[in-house]
């Protein structure tokens, strides 16, 4: 139990040895992670609605949200690996949510015909 105590302490020390600007960028990066990670949560919602496997369009937006902000979080870090992962995976959502919104307004034109 003493690690689980020590871990803590130690967090807790690095938190209140940081300027303002740290902590508001650290506020920044858990956001981001969790707007991310309720894309999770949305598509298991729609799954179990549905009872099977689908990806509603609120992934797609929840997926660009957290990568925009990752991806500034990252770029505040100067972290290479994360700046060049979060770039890419943006371009995906982007592409995602352009056939999504193209093809509906490709049905929607067609149907008028």
Not at 33 to 52: D, H, M, P, S, Y
Request: aromatic share 18%.
């Amino acid at each position: 139990m003493d690690w689980f105590v020590d871990f803590f302490t130690e967090m807790s020390d690095k938190w209140n040895a940081q300027s303002l600007m740290e902590r508001i960028w650290l506020c920044i990066g858990f956001g981001g992670q969790v707007i991310f990670g309720l894309r999770f949560i949305v598509q298991w919602i729609a799954t179990e609605r549905k009872k099977k496997s689908v990806i509603p369009l609120g992934f797609w937006y929840l997926s660009l949200a957290g990568s925009i902000i990752l991806l500034a979080y990252a770029i505040h870090k100067a972290d290479p690996v994360f700046i060049l992962g979060f770039s890419l995976n943006m371009i995906i959502y982007l592409r995602n949510l352009y056939f999504i919104h193209f093809h509906k307004h490709e049905e929607l034109t067609n149907e008028e015909d």
